[in-house]
């Protein structure tokens, strides 16, 4: 490494090792500072959820999960909200899931990338950042008053359905993006048609990430309740049919505790939604690793 | 083993099975194929060589027409494909593409079982009857030389195959659809000695019904397998002539560079 003969190495084993001291130092400091900040948020957590389950546990019996409301929820059970929110879950999906599959469909593969995808994508990212309660609003004027559905399944159904869809077209689409255009080409390569590509091998490929995105949005109807206070109202039996009033475990939840009706009860109801929402998490989580063994391949 | 000692026998006077007048292609502003005319010859290998970028992937995708799926891609000229000029309008693409069928550089099998993989193309043109679909299979499976390998486990995932059995599970679901010419763009550049050797054994048997035209990095591939060879350069064609001639006596000295090692 002599360059005109004054050059001199500079990587002495006596300045590199006192160079990693400092280093080092540097480090630790680091690496304490995101021990402290990872500790601080698993502790909120754990805070919250232990004390709730804490709570909770003691307010869960049998009866609880599988006998209806008595006394405005003071005595008795929450089995019709579990219904509810398990007819509102479905509901929901049915008019969210086909629509934001079609669209993502639609944006990543039929339409030119021009102004008009870029307009719906800052939709789309936009309106997941709306509060729900304005979403709620429109619900009650629109559907509820306008279209005459007042207060029921298939109004809050419609809304929550609108508050869900730019999360299931977003993680539609990304799904779709995700499968490697070596498959499209091979279908596309074969004579088939563009539909026949979709149908028959892109979607499938990338279903573990739309299931994904749908499983987001069960976690989302199952834990909304500005919006649905608007629109589905607060009928406290299982809804006989899509135009009754109906409310899930969120809405139940609002009622005990903000009307100071059975706190007890009200901590029963907040655990049995942790523990969908952990489930619906999971199962989220497990899906998401089965879409990512693509993104080695692209 | 020199490629200066290629086949001998010449094209004799077969028919035109790809007649290509006058073609130019654009990405946007960018021309990648410049004024090219070529016939290439029925039941003949012809071999595209060249260094990358010389624009012979895309020219490949010409004659099927997978260049369609490019946005801002332009073409000028006339491709001719069994008498049908393929870039007029109304020409059925998912016809022309059962027709001339594409092997790829990376073997990408579907993610289904080794049989449906096969069926797929039978089944996208709406062939349902499952006796003449099993028989296709295994008929096509034989001819791509894969049959005792994957007979036993025919309902089995097709991601589970080695890269080299992916790709003739490949050629297979091409040769499913009765393709008349086989369009391969590389189709061994992801695969180790041995396989590529069996997909050039396979290429020797499959010329006997098949027009086929191989896009190659490898010019020793080339001189082994090809009956004519082309060589393109900067989007322009170089050189179109007998392999032997190519590889032995070139007419350009470009060709005799490349050939030679001097680029590329």
Same mark, same amino acid.
């Given at each position: 490494?002599?360059?005109?003969?004054?050059?001199?190495?500079?990587?002495?084993?006596?300045? $590199?090792?006192?160079?990693?001291?400092?280093?080092?130092?540097?480090?630790?400091?680091?690496?304490?500072?995101?021990?402290?900040?990872?500790?601080?948020?698993?502790?909120?957590?754990?805070?919250? $959820?232990?004390?709730?389950?804490?709570?909770?546990?003691?307010?869960?019996?049998?009866?609880?999960?599988?006998?209806?409301?008595?006394?405005?929820?003071?005595?008795?059970?929450?089995?019709?909200?579990?219904?509810?929110?398990?007819?509102?879950?479905?509901?929901?999906?049915?008019?969210?899931?086909?629509?934001?599959?079609?669209?993502?469909?639609?944006?990543?593969?039929?339409?030119?990338?021009? =102004?008009?995808?870029?307009?719906?994508?800052?939709?789309?990212?936009?309106?997941?950042?709306?509060?729900?309660? $304005?979403?709620?609003?429109?619900?009650?004027?629109?559907?509820?008053?306008?279209?005459?559905?007042?207060?029921?399944?298939?109004?809050?159904?419609?809304?929550?359905?609108?508050?869900?869809?730019?999360?299931?077209?977003?993680?539609?689409?990304?799904?779709?993006?995700?499968?490697?255009?070596?498959?499209?080409?091979?279908?596309?390569?074969?004579?088939?048609?563009?539909?026949?590509?979709?149908?028959?091998?892109? $979607?499938?490929?990338?279903?573990?990430?739309?299931?994904?995105?749908?499983?987001?949005?069960?976690?989302?109807?199952?834990?909304?309740?500005?919006?649905?206070?608007?629109?589905?109202?607060?009928?406290?039996?299982?809804?006989?049919?899509?135009?009754?009033?109906?409310?899930?475990?969120?809405?139940?939840?609002?009622?005990?505790?903000?009307?100071?009706?059975?706190?007890?009860?009200?901590?029963?109801?907040?655990?049995?939604? =942790?523990? =969908?929402?952990?489930?619906?998490?999971?199962?989220?989580?497990?899906?998401?690793?089965?879409?990512?063994?693509?993104?080695?391949?692209? | 083993?020199?490629?200066?000692?290629?086949? #001998?026998?010449?094209?004799?006077?077969?028919?035109?099975?790809?007649?290509?007048?006058?073609?130019?292609?654009?990405?946007?502003?960018?021309?990648?194929?410049?004024?090219?005319?070529?016939?290439?010859?029925?039941? #003949?290998?012809?071999?595209?060589?060249?260094?990358?970028?010389?624009? #012979?992937?895309?020219?490949?995708?010409?004659?099927?027409?997978?260049?369609?799926?490019?946005?801002?891609?332009?073409?000028?000229?006339?491709?001719?494909?069994?008498?049908?000029?393929?870039?007029?309008?109304?020409?059925?693409?998912?016809?022309?593409?059962?027709?001339?069928?594409?092997?790829?550089?990376?073997?990408?099998?579907?993610?289904?079982?080794?049989?449906?993989?096969?069926?797929?193309?039978?089944?996208?043109?709406?062939?349902?009857?499952?006796?003449?679909?099993?028989?296709?299979?295994?008929?096509?499976?034989?001819?791509?030389?894969?049959?005792?390998?994957?007979?036993?486990?025919?309902?089995?995932?097709?991601?589970?195959?080695?890269?080299?059995?992916?790709?003739?599970?490949?050629?297979?679901?091409?040769?499913?659809?009765?393709?008349?010419?086989?369009?391969?763009?590389?189709?061994?550049?992801?695969?180790?000695?041995?396989?590529?050797? #069996?997909?050039?054994?396979?290429?020797?048997?499959?010329?006997?019904?098949?027009?086929?035209?191989?896009?190659?990095?490898?010019?020793?591939?080339?001189?082994?397998?090809?009956?004519?060879?082309?060589?393109?350069?900067?989007?322009?064609?170089?050189?179109?002539?007998?392999?032997?001639?190519?590889?032995?006596?070139?007419?350009?000295?470009?060709?005799?560079?490349?050939?030679?090692?001097?680029?590329?």
């Amino acid at each position: 490494m002599k360059q005109n003969g004054a050059y001199h190495r500079w990587s002495s084993k006596e300045f $590199i090792l006192n160079n990693r001291k400092k280093q080092k130092r540097a480090q630790r400091i680091a690496f304490a500072f995101m021990y402290i900040a990872a500790g601080i948020a698993v502790a909120a957590l754990f805070a919250i $959820i232990g004390f709730i389950f804490a709570n909770g546990f003691k307010a869960i019996t049998w009866d609880f999960l599988s006998k209806g409301v008595k006394d405005a929820g003071r005595e008795g059970g929450i089995f019709p909200m579990i219904i509810n929110t398990l007819y509102l879950v479905g509901l929901g999906l049915l008019f969210a899931a086909p629509v934001s599959i079609l669209a993502a469909i639609y944006m990543t593969e039929y339409s030119r990338q021009g =102004i008009l995808i870029k307009v719906i994508r800052f939709f789309t990212t936009n309106l997941a950042g709306i509060p729900s309660i $304005i979403f709620g609003l429109f619900g009650f004027v629109f559907f509820g008053k306008m279209l005459g559905w007042s207060w029921s399944l298939l109004n809050g159904a419609a809304t929550i359905a609108i508050i869900i869809l730019p999360t299931l077209i977003r993680t539609a689409e990304e799904a779709i993006l995700t499968v490697p255009a070596s498959f499209k080409e091979g279908s596309l390569g074969l004579g088939a048609t563009k539909w026949q590509t979709m149908r028959r091998v892109v $979607i499938p490929a990338a279903s573990p990430g739309i299931f994904n995105g749908i499983i987001l949005g069960m976690g989302r109807i199952v834990g909304e309740t500005a919006a649905l206070f608007f629109t589905l109202g607060s009928g406290a039996k299982i809804a006989e049919s899509i135009m009754s009033s109906a409310r899930t475990l969120s809405l139940h939840l609002y009622n005990l505790a903000k009307e100071g009706i059975s706190v007890q009860n009200a901590y029963g109801t907040a655990t049995v939604l =942790i523990i =969908i929402i952990l489930a619906l998490n999971l199962i989220a989580g497990w899906l998401d690793r089965r879409i990512s063994r693509f993104k080695e391949m692209r | 083993m020199s490629y200066l000692t290629a086949r #001998k026998e010449a094209p004799e006077a077969s028919n035109v099975m790809v007649k290509i007048s006058g073609l130019s292609l654009y990405y946007g502003n960018c021309r990648a194929l410049n004024n090219i005319n070529m016939d290439i010859m029925e039941k #003949k290998v012809t071999a595209l060589i060249g260094p990358s970028g010389c624009g #012979k992937s895309t020219f490949i995708k010409c004659i099927n027409r997978m260049n369609d799926l490019i946005p801002g891609c332009r073409i000028e000229g006339d491709v001719i494909v069994n008498g049908t000029n393929i870039y007029k309008d109304g020409i059925d693409v998912s016809y022309l593409r059962k027709e001339a069928g594409m092997v790829f550089q990376k073997p990408n099998p579907f993610e289904m079982s080794v049989f449906d993989n096969v069926a797929y193309g039978p089944r996208v043109h709406g062939l349902r009857d499952r006796h003449k679909l099993a028989a296709i299979v295994e008929h096509s499976l034989k001819a791509a030389a894969l049959w005792d390998e994957v007979k036993d486990r025919l309902h089995q995932s097709a991601m589970g195959l080695s890269g080299g059995q992916q790709q003739r599970l490949c050629i297979a679901r091409v040769l499913a659809v009765e393709p008349s010419i086989l369009l391969m763009d590389e189709p061994t550049s992801a695969l180790d000695p041995i396989s590529t050797q #069996k997909i050039e054994d396979l290429i020797a048997e499959l010329k006997e019904e098949y027009t086929i035209i191989i896009v190659t990095h490898n010019m020793q591939q080339a001189a082994r397998i090809s009956d004519m060879t082309a060589f393109f350069l900067l989007g322009e064609l170089v050189e179109f002539d007998r392999t032997a001639q190519v590889f032995r006596n070139p007419s350009d000295k470009r060709t005799e560079d490349y050939i030679t090692g001097r680029f590329g």
